[in-house]
DNA sequence: ATCTCGACTGGAACCGGTTCCATCCATGCG
DNA sequence: CGCATGGATGGAACCGGTTCCAGTCGAGAT
């Protein structure tokens, strides 16, 4: 119902200058561009996105990769993408993959080998080999937003630098005298050493080298689930143990060192004077928890993210070539009430 | 590039032939099916989503319409959306809309508007009557998840009894022992009492008159933001003060109540001795903090909202009219180590 | 042996747009 | 004044499928 010809129609133009009228295309008196404009207002019309995508190949809409959506740094970055491409116009497919298994090769092979998205954004996830292929083989852009090997060939790569984040959080505690250091680091982080938590783990690692400590990797690494619950099983662990305890913890997310809080309060561990925690995120909560903390932007990621993918489909007249590509998003780090001085 | 046609010239058989075969409606000897489908794999080929659905006019993809999704409800309900459709062969496109404004027009007179998605699940909205008709028009099923009032006309509905669940946990602290009560509740609870916070309220003053409490209203409610540091904030002015402090608490969330937990753990009072706190939700963290709480599942939520838009669209050879509609979805009480009987 | 029926197949229309191409016409210029 | 130029418009092809309709053919019924 109200197809494009009933407003031809109702206008008394032909199809074609009812289709350049309302997409903006090609040259239309401005006369008759009103006159088709108020026939599709008159009958509610709308264009069929379908219709078009079919002719023009082009659909408007941009899958969305994602491991996570309840993890506050993918809720975040969701959001920021989300907004971003609405307000291009644009539509966003979610896939929700995580792991492997047959369902992930079904959104790869199936979904969105179709024609159904212009693009494709994934974000956190690495992706085979063999699934870049795929979406290559059908030339789709893909914007492959945190963890992975920066500059690496293939897909256009986005994300901050997470070793550089370690490197920053573990100086920090550094230089407030600490010696005794343990850091809670993401599950899988010294098998997938250019994982997100890899990553943060050898800049936690190369501080502490560089100052001179733990010279044959006694560093102490810990590794758990990248959550609240994860950090806490983890520090209870951890700290709950006799001997001698660390002074300072740099946990790979800031969801992790909420936890480790929990767990050092609930332990009679006074937050910041027997134990400093660092954590990484900027989370929305780490106010709350006084927490020092390096922060990210992960809305700002998803917006940076989508100009990306846009500038790659050659929408908003190419300004540039490619700009500023390969340097990593900007961090910094917030100090908070959560680390201080080491104890003499 | 590769089309249906030539699959079809490959497998040496026509368009129709091909389409009937790969589609699987229609009769196709045995021997040509086999044939076609081999073709197809030999190049690769995948329908255009978006040329059929030109034709029959169904999309294969359903709306969400979703407020948060930073929040672990919200969360957790788009995972069990996103994976239920897809293993329905959906597409789940999102809409991150909260409040109201021109974005929010946009999504509903434009975007959902168009002959791009087949349904729509708003998760926590409240539809304005003009959003609802504008669904109507196009002749949109509208399933509607959580919050308003149930039985309604228009969209059909789903979700938990929410006023069942504020008498619920409120009837708990009773039965504790407990007469100093507050409820901390969601933001404009008093103000829309068919909203999920005003529901939850609503269960509780009904729980307090029925109990003989607060015959003039004495029963106290403190609304704020349903997020942990809103929960945090709340309880830290509630318990701060001096005077006779409550002796429990109901939060109207679980992450409220993690805030509440925190606001009294740093001010001395200890949960569950000092302090009783019960949340709903059945969060993930629940566990974490010991927290006792109305549990709901809203994963299991989402996949009933799918289970209900694909029958409002006619999947799955209609087995029923329509059954169970109308039956709140289910939720129970969780004891755990943050309420206990009340001092004496 | 003829008729009927139903499985199987191909031709062609159609879904709703976009765009190429040709035509028409009013201007600007030599 | 003739002609090139370019804006405005319409006709028609096309994007890639699905489906209606008609036709063929072999098997079972009469």
Chains 1, 2 share one sequence.
Request: net charge negative.
């Amino acid at each position: 119902m109200t197809a494009i010809a009933d407003v031809a129609r109702l206008a008394g133009v032909s199809k074609a200058t009812a289709s350049r009228a309302l997409s903006g295309r090609g040259h239309v008196a401005e006369e008759t561009r009103r006159r088709v404009e108020a026939a599709a207002a008159e009958i509610g019309y709308i264009v069929s996105p379908d219709a078009a995508s079919l002719v023009t190949g082009r659909t408007k809409n941009i899958g969305v990769v994602i491991p996570f959506v309840n993890r506050w740094f993918f809720g975040e970055v969701l959001e920021g993408l989300e907004r971003t491409l609405l307000s291009a116009g644009y539509d966003l497919t979610l896939y929700n993959v995580d792991g492997a298994g047959p369902d992930r090769d079904r959104v790869f092979e199936f979904f969105l080998a179709r024609k159904r998205v212009d693009a494709v954004i994934a974000v956190g996830v690495d992706l085979a080999e063999r699934e870049l292929a795929a979406l290559e083989r059908r030339d789709k852009p893909v914007v492959v937003l945190g963890g992975g090997e920066a500059g690496a060939l293939g897909p256009a790569r986005l994300g901050i630098d997470d070793r550089a984040v370690g490197q920053l959080a573990t100086e920090h505690l550094l230089q407030l005298g600490h010696t005794r250091l343990v850091h809670l680091a993401g599950d899988g982080a010294a098998a997938r050493p250019l994982s997100v938590q890899g990553l943060r783990r050898h800049g936690y690692l190369d501080a502490m080298s560089a100052a001179g400590l733990a010279p044959r990797g006694r560093a102490e690494v810990v590794e758990t689930e990248m959550t609240m619950p994860g950090g806490y099983e983890a520090a209870l662990q951890l700290l709950g143990q006799p001997g001698r305890r660390p002074t300072a913890v740099f946990a790979a997310s800031d969801e992790v060192a909420f936890g480790a809080i929990r767990a050092a309060e609930r332990l009679g561990i006074s937050v910041p004077h027997d134990l400093s925690i660092v954590g990484v995120d900027g989370h929305e909560y780490a106010e709350m928890f006084g927490l020092t903390t390096v922060e990210q932007s992960p809305s700002g990621q998803g917006r940076a993210a989508v100009d990306l993918v846009l500038r790659l489909l050659g929408e908003g007249a190419e300004p540039d070539p490619l700009p500023d590509s390969g340097a990593p998003l900007p961090t910094r780090l917030v100090v908070r009430t959560s680390t201080m001085r080491a104890p003499l």
